[in-house]
């Protein structure tokens, strides 16, 4: 028996606008889809918190014993500046402007994403594939939609016809927008590129001569359009109708809306009954945007090497402080929301910490049973972690309470709590215990201090011999002192 089969789950679908329980296609199975990042440059940190929203959902429906297959792909080729139709290649405009080739930056900024991800403790996806390890996929179901009469091919490019597609399925129902409106809302780019109509996206580009990022096809030199690759490889690894998509809350349109319309054009059917869209992350109120000047990389919060936040914070504290906001709704970070968050943080962290030494008794004060259901209770109200994290510190609460002597808990409580909490904090929110090595190396820090002082003690009372023995034994530790304007400090 898994736990699954006791947990009704509903989610919030952006397709139909209304939370819905979810039933997966094939019973303890879940195959879910996720858009990844365009590796030209440094993970952003909105795009940390969609992909940390869905490794929350894939830890829980793992932890419920489901066997979910996690497609999150990387995106290489084919995603043009400005999401634009026309254009250059992102990556390849990053290769040009560092000279590069372009695989040296999908590698660089691949590894980068990876070690982010890490530090964030995601779990890997079961599948990561690339757009430029799917061009033949991506080739086939472009001859399949030329075939089904939903594309035209004109001078070496190919186009989705929107408007034929719209007779007979409904272009926009994902976003919510009527082709008529697009339609009205478009000025008239006479001659504007090969298109019939402006609502028409591409589903292969020709190259051209200076593009360096092309692949040979039945149209000519080429790459496929950015919207392509999901399909390709969604179809591939997950079926043609699978449990779930989700992505960013800006890819709904067009990006989203021009799978559903060549999933659908291919396959007449709907290719996803769930689609699920994380919000975004602002900063002090604003939209993060580098050319502004309000943005930082998820790097320069861990080290603290940044002009925004007035310390570091731990990569395992900002996945607490993301966890704090439910995934559909804007997040703003700020100095003071992290500062506050993270005592949030080490007092939860304390409270687990005690749990195995609390003093156990012949009564509960509290209902554990009763406790634990609200804790799934939350998660399954559409993964409403900020009411999990309220409920686990009705817990701390009481451990607190039974550590004053105030409340008791009998042995067999002691271990559900202890077992359930650590099911909720580690597996679930995926959150990591570091705050031991931190007080660790406060400690460590203290005594250093502490022996700086001794050796200014004895330097001032002209006790060479002890002030040397102090600094040479620090140094044979590997921790050096350096004697400054300001006074010592130290380095390890
Ligand atoms: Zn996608």
Known sequence: ????????????????????????INEGYIGMYVCGPTVYSNVHLGNCRTFMSFDMIFRYFRHLGFKVRYVRNITDAGHL???????????????????????????RYTVDFHNILEKFNFLPPSIEPTATGHIIEQIEII??????????????????????????????KLSGRKLEDMIANTRNLAA?????NPQDFALWKKAEPQHIMRWPSPWGDGFPGWHLECTAMSTKYLGETFDIHGGGM??????????????????????VNYWLHANMLTLNGRKMAKSTGNS???????SGENEILSKPFSPSMVRFFMMQAHYTSILDISNEALLASEKGFN??????????????????NFNIADWKSSCYAAMNDDFNTPILIATLFDAVKHINLIKEGTETITEEDRTELENTIHNFVYDVLGLENKSSSDADSEKLGGVVELLIELRKSARENKDFATSDKIRDQLASLGIQLKDGKEGTTYSL
């Open 143 to 172: 001859k399949d939609i030329l075939e089904k009469g939903f594309a035209y091919e004109t001078n070496g490019s190919v186009y989705f016809d929107v408007a034929k597609f719209n007779k007979e399925h409904e272009y926009g």
């Open 81 to 107: 500046v400005d999401d634009a139709e026309d254009g250059e290649d992102k990556i390849a405009k990053k290769a040009r402007l560092e000279k590069l080739e372009p695989m040296e930056v999908v590698q």
């Open 250 to 271: 800006d890819l709904k349109f067009p990006h989203h809306e021009c799978e559903i319309a060549q999933a659908e054009a291919c396959n007449g059917k709907s290719p």
């Open 296 to 302: 930082i990389l998820p790097g320069e919060i861990f």
């Open 347 to 364: 007092k939860l962290m304390e409270a687990i910490s005690s749990l195995k030494s609390l003093n156990t008794g012949k009564t509960t």
């Open 1 to 24: 028996m898994q736990l699954f089969e006791n947990q009704e789950i509903r989610v919030y679908n952006s397709l139909t606008g209304k939370k819905e329980v979810f039933k997966p």
């Open 192 to 196: 504007q590129d090969d298109k019939h």
